[in-house]
């Protein structure tokens, strides 16, 4: 147990489909990040928050739609996704931006 | 842009041996980081490296950073099977940009 929980564990949703994940850290962090780790592609940051403020968006899909209403939580708000989004979905969180990350254990995304 | 190459990125070894996994990166950092991850967990921090020359160990595992030649290894001591796992080396160039993982090295360790 990292301190850093994610819901849920496992999702099969329709390219149609809306839905969330939701991350939560009780760590005192000040950093929240979601990275989505695919076979065979290494590990890809999709955003960064500090202090409940979006710095960062690597050109991730308006299809994906984060949100931050505090330090201690963390959504990514999902609709009509693509097959090639299915993956596993990393949140992690770190006392400030760039400093050691803790993970969650991730949720795994099959879009059917 | 920030590059960073793991190799082998595979990796079969017997119990009780030695080995090393390397990460390169390709350009100055401000600090560097190791993780493990078992098949269908997450990311585990294992090490973080902040300045040239450090070597930290933990158990079976010891890492180092050679930050002149944008290089760190992680080293393995007599491995035993509980060491099966993927090790992935992170960079960051500064604290304000991004950090970027490796792609990672499949270690199994086979009795």
């Known amino acids: 147990e990292t301190g850093v929980t994610q819901t849920p564990r496992h999702l099969v949703m329709g390219m149609t489909n809306k839905k969330s994940l939701k991350c939560e850290q009780h760590?005192?962090?000040?950093?929240m990040y979601w990275y989505k780790q695919s076979a065979k592609k290494p590990l890809e940051l999709m955003f960064v928050y500090n202090f409940k403020e979006q710095t960062e968006n690597n050109s991730v899909p308006s299809r994906f739609s984060p949100e931050c209403p505090n330090s201690s939580h963390l959504f990514l708000h999902l609709h009509t996704l693509q097959p090639e989004d299915s993956a596993l979905y990393l949140c992690?969180?770190?006392?400030?931006?760039?400093?050691?990350?803790?993970f969650g254990q991730g949720t795994r995304l099959t879009v059917v | 842009e920030l590059k960073v190459e793991q190799n082998p990125l595979f990796l079969s070894m017997q119990e009780g041996k030695n080995y090393t996994i390397y990460c390169n990166y390709s350009?100055?950092?401000?600090?560097l980081y190791w993780y493990r991850q078992d098949p269908g967990k997450s990311l585990e921090s294992l090490f973080v490296l902040l300045s040239n020359g450090a070597v930290k160990q933990e158990g079976r595992l010891m890492a180092s950073l050679d930050t002149k030649a944008r290089l760190s290894t992680l080293h393995i001591t007599a491995a035993v099977h509980d060491l099966s796992a993927t090790y992935f080396c992170a960079v960051v160039k500064t604290s304000y940009d991004k950090v970027i993982f490796g792609p990672g090295t499949s270690l199994s360790v086979i009795p």
């Open positions: 760590l005192g962090h000040n950093a």
């Open positions: 350009t100055t950092s401000d600090r």
């Open positions: 992690a969180s770190s006392t400030y931006r760039n400093t050691e990350a803790f």
